[in-house]
């Protein structure tokens, strides 16, 4: 109590000195907010009320029912979207917190390249909640983080994908128990090859830049197993799409893929 009233948080986006005690109080006096969605709350402790309020979007339906990209319209029910309709593509299904922009941005780079390591755990929170709201525990067998090629994660310190998959066992005990069991493998897919940083290239670029940079440690991990992929940022999908063909060709049943945030 004492360090938070001598050092008071800072909103990791605008970097306003954040509020303590009960609520979420945006920065104007008499006003508060309301945490209307699991990613507004479970951020709340890092991103003031203003940002919350005003620079954080999450992903609810209507949105594509196979790739979970959210429609223009906020009118009707979730479908598949023009584009899954006409070329599918390796992932089953696709889902997102919220859109890479602004306030979750920051959040996520912080976390990559300011080392907060905590974040990792409100931000692995945020992916609980989306997977116990659009799967079921019966679809899945295993978790399989992204890799990163070992220089570049002994270069970070970590594995953001890895990070945040690592409190889901102690949520499952608390909030969902069923889940407790899923198998958590981090060491099955590698990523062999050390491709520049996507930043920049466009969707073609970044698909030529992933082909053939991971591979299978054992097919019989895979074999017949429903994967999910888990990333932090979903961009044009290159990254996943590649994962998940590695992966179907050693023999999974099935992939599908979650992320913190995708890019429109």
Not at 143 to 153: D, K
Not at 184 to 198: F, I, K
Request: glycine share 8%.
């Amino acid at each position: 109590v004492l360090e938070a009233g001598l050092f008071p948080p800072t909103c990791t986006h605008c970097g306003e000195w954040m509020p303590t005690g009960t609520g979420f109080p945006d920065r104007r006096p008499g006003h508060s907010i309301a945490l209307s969605s699991p990613l507004a709350a479970t951020l709340s402790r890092v991103l003031c009320g203003d940002c919350l309020r005003d620079d954080l979007r999450a992903i609810e339906p209507p949105f594509c029912s196979v790739c979970g990209i959210p429609f223009r319209s906020r009118i009707g029910d979730s479908h598949p979207c023009g584009r899954c309709l006409e070329a599918p593509g390796p992932i089953g299904r696709l889902r997102s917190a919220g859109i890479h922009r602004g306030a979750l941005s920051s959040v996520i780079h912080d976390l990559k390249y300011n080392r907060r390591i905590r974040l990792g755990r409100r931000l692995g929170t945020v992916l609980f909640d989306v997977l116990t709201t659009h799967w079921l525990r019966q679809e899945l067998d295993m978790v399989i983080p992204v890799p990163l090629h070992p220089l570049r994660c002994r270069q970070r310190g970590f594995n953001q994908s890895l990070l945040m998959v690592r409190p889901w066992p102690r949520l499952a005990a608390e909030r969902a128990s069923e889940w407790a069991d899923l198998t958590q493998s981090a060491d099955v897919l590698v990523r062999h090859q050390n491709t520049p940083q996507q930043t920049g290239l466009d969707r073609r670029k970044r698909r030529a830049n992933v082909r053939g940079a991971f591979s299978i440690r054992s097919d019989r991990a895979v074999r017949g197993k429903h994967v999910l992929l888990v990333d932090d940022v979903l961009t044009t999908g290159a990254t996943m799409d590649a994962c998940a063909r590695v992966l179907l060709k050693a023999g999974a049943a099935s992939v599908d893929g979650l992320t913190v945030a995708r890019a429109l």
